[in-house]
């Protein structure tokens, strides 16, 4: 059994609240870029991501009004070099 003391979890929570923040900002600096991603197993779609959804652990990007997670992103490259 493990047992976590309230100092072993504030280092842990404020660590993911880095993370947390990190994964926003990536997120953001997609905005406007062009990406290709996995829709499902067998649907690739591609296009522009317009907005950054807020969830409560890993942002999603909007990519044609739908939110997709960033393991779902094959490639991206900025809008003005997309063909």
Do not use: C, W
């Amino acid at each position: 059994m493990i047992y976590l003391t309230q100092e072993t979890t504030v280092p842990q929570n404020r660590n993911m609240s880095r993370l947390n923040h990190i994964r926003q900002r990536m997120a953001r600096a997609l905005i406007g870029q062009v990406v290709s991603l996995t829709a499902d197993r067998k649907t690739i779609v591609q296009g522009v991501v317009t907005d950054v959804l807020a969830e409560p652990e890993i942002p999603k990007i909007v990519v044609d009004g739908k939110g997709y997670n960033f393991d779902q992103i094959l490639t991206h490259v900025p809008a003005a070099f997309s063909f």
